[in-house]
């Protein structure tokens, strides 16, 4: 178990970019998977993108594809998620996790408090 903390969030233009981040000390050596879910208002959760660590398999959404990027720093124990081309249907809160799940990989075990992104 990490205590994970989601950092970056903000309000954007529609095709603008933001950089997310989730650190915690032991983050990415102390899990075998790790992730970003969604949740925006009126909505049910949707996950966004979950990554294998130590150069395993990255999954992710359709909806996400070919805009977002996760990529992770070991030696800072931090997960990056570059957002580009930003739509206003990303808007939601967005949440770091790890322990993703058996059956589905984004049933995630943990995350954090969440970080909110508005596109408009």
């Known amino acids: 178990h990490v205590q994970l903390v989601e950092s970056g969030g903000g309000s954007v233009q529609a095709g603008g970019s933001l950089r997310l981040s989730c650190v915690a000390p032991?983050?990415?050596?102390?899990?075998?998977?790790i992730g970003w879910f969604r949740q925006a208002a009126g909505k049910e959760r949707e996950g966004v993108v979950a990554?294998?660590?130590?150069?395993?398999?990255?999954y992710y959404a359709d909806s996400v594809k070919g805009r977002f990027t996760i990529f992770q720093d070991n030696a800072k124990d931090t997960v990056h998620l570059q957002m580009n081309s930003l739509k206003p249907e990303d808007t939601a809160t967005y949440y770091c996790?790890?322990?993703?799940?058996?059956?589905?990989?984004?049933?995630?075990?943990?995350w954090g408090q969440g970080t909110q992104v508005t596109v408009s």
């Open positions: 996790a790890e322990g993703c799940g058996e059956n589905d990989v984004f049933d995630f075990e943990d």
């Open positions: 032991g983050y990415t050596h102390g899990t075998n998977c």
């Open positions: 990554k294998y660590t130590n150069g395993g398999s990255i």
